[in-house]
Structures are given as structure tokens and as C-alpha cells.
């Protein structure tokens, strides 16, 4: 089973409302994407946070929202640069989706918001 490392991962309340407060945010009908770059001094790697409001339904398909967007995440991570705190809030539209349709969403977000490295 796949794990997100400690340090990949945001955790804290203070750090999701620096990245809400100072980041810039890009929407589509499954998420918003809120990108903030990191100091240069900490700037080693990228750190992700998952956020499902109550308005998405009771425990069960807002963790099911979650894990969608994790495993979405998971295959693309690979492709964003490092450097910058990522948070992804789901939005109603995710729980009733697939896989696919999370993971297109999110790599149109990504793009938009331009964390996605460039090929060489």
C-alpha cells in the first residue's frame, strides 16, 4: 500500500489557512487547487493537503472523495515540480465520479496552474 511520507503531507491548520490566505487558487467542477510556493530556503519538496467540506455528505463519501483525489495524486505526482504547498479541495461532483474523471480533472488543474514540469 502506498504512503505519503511525513514530510510530503500538510497536516497542520495554521499551514492550510498560509496556503488558503497567500496562495493562488484555480477551479474546475471536481476541485479547487490552491498553489503556493515555498520559501527558497525549504523549497525541497512538495507538500499536499486534502480537504472535503461537510457540504459533500456525511463521513462516508466525503472519505471516498478523498481517496479518489489521493490516488488521482498519487499516479500524477510524479509530474509536478517540487517547490510549492498544494491544497486540493473536493468538490460535490467528485463523489459521484471515477477514477479517470478525477485524475483528467486534476491534470487540468495542474496545468492551469502551471506545477506541471516541463518535457524535455
Do not use: H
Not at 457540504?55 to 462516508?60: E, F, I, R
Not at 510549492?84 to 491534470?107: E, H, M, P
Request: glycine share 6%; net charge positive.
Amino acid at each position: 500500500m502506498f504512503q505519503f511520507s511525513k514530510q510530503s503531507v500538510l497536516k497542520k491548520n495554521k499551514n492550510f489557512r498560509t496556503v488558503y490566505r497567500y496562495g493562488k487558487s484555480w477551479a474546475n467542477r471536481m476541485a479547487v487547487l490552491y498553489v503556493l510556493p515555498q520559501p527558497k530556503q525549504t523549497a525541497a519538496q512538495r507538500r499536499v493537503g486534502f480537504v472535503t467540506g461537510k457540504k459533500l455528505g456525511g463521513a462516508v463519501m466525503r472519505n471516498r472523495a478523498k481517496r479518489l483525489m489521493k490516488e488521482a495524486y498519487r499516479l500524477l505526482q510524479y509530474r509536478l515540480i517540487d517547490g510549492v504547498d498544494l491544497v486540493l479541495v473536493g468538490r460535490a461532483s467528485l463523489v459521484n465520479s471515477n477514477c479517470q474523471a478525477v485524475q483528467k480533472a486534476l491534470i487540468e488543474l495542474f496545468n492551469r496552474a502551471q506545477v506541471i514540469k516541463k518535457e524535455k
